[in-house]
């Protein structure tokens, strides 16, 4: 048998994102009587889908809050440039603002969506819509 080692993910178990939804969550399963298949089931969305996804999103958060924080320290150290004798102002900005925002929500919203699932195998439900 041939086994593969490969690495997933640059972030590991200090991170309270991969602590909560595979160490700790594992913790939590015994005060359920759910049989190992659904609990398994739970464990694959917990970490294949949803820890994916807000990784995504606090990878997205950091790098936009540095850049903020940079853009705001500058404009304490400079001030806002002007051009053209003052008729032209220099807009502070982030780059591609709008499309990791829409990345960010869009993964925020998948999240919700992996957790219907989730809902769904504990309850027995069968909700398979995201709007109502």
Do not use: W
Not at 39 to 51: G, V
Not at 91 to 101: N, T, V
Request: hydrophobic share 40%; charged share 25%; proline share 2%.
């Amino acid at each position: 048998m041939v086994f593969i080692l490969k690495q997933v993910s640059d972030v590991g178990t200090e991170n309270p994102i991969v602590a909560r939804l595979s160490m700790q969550f594992k913790d939590i399963f015994p005060f359920y009587e759910l049989s190992d298949d659904k609990k398994e089931k739970i464990s694959t969305i917990l970490h294949a889908d949803i820890q994916k996804r807000l990784l995504a999103c606090e990878k997205i958060a950091i790098e936009l809050n540095v850049e903020i924080i940079k853009v705001l320290q500058n404009l304490q150290i400079e001030g806002i440039k002007t051009q053209s004798g003052g008729r032209v102002i220099e807009s502070p900005h982030i780059i591609r603002l709008e499309e990791r925002i829409e990345a960010y929500l869009y993964n925020a919203k998948s999240c919700l969506r992996d957790i219907l699932k989730i809902y769904n195998i504990v309850f027995g439900t069968n909700f398979s819509e995201a709007r109502m």
